[in-house]
């Protein structure tokens, strides 16, 4: 008997300019406002960022946040932060 799938895990640490753990889903910043999922959404406010999904841990609010700023995001609807760049529902079709 042979298990198929070993438990190893490839972490990536070292990588020199790639992602921030602050983008992974799940993580959260100081004003608990948690990384939901990348949307792929390119970012409105800043070039060459990708939008992700955020959610406040304190009222749930969801919004939008490029990269870069997750770390120091305030949620845009309880603690005066500023407005959420557009989140964009998953929709199957494009091309209506
Ligand atoms: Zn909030």
């Known amino acids: ?23 992974a889903p799940g993580y959260a910043n100081p004003n608990q406002q948690r990384v939901i999922a990348a949307t792929g959404a390119r970012s409105t406010s800043r070039d060459n960022q990708t939008i992700y999904h955020l959610r406040c841990g304190a009222c749930g609010h969801d919004y939008g946040c490029n990269g870069l700023d997750i770390k120091a995001r305030l949620c845009p609807s309880c603690q ?8 964009r529902d998953p929709s199957p079709s494009l091309f209506d």
């Open 1 to 23: 008997m042979k298990l198929s799938a070993p438990p190893i895990r490839s972490r990536n640490s070292a990588s020199p300019h790639g992602n921030s753990p602050t983008t």
């Open 80 to 87: 005066s932060g500023a407005p959420g760049e557009p989140l």
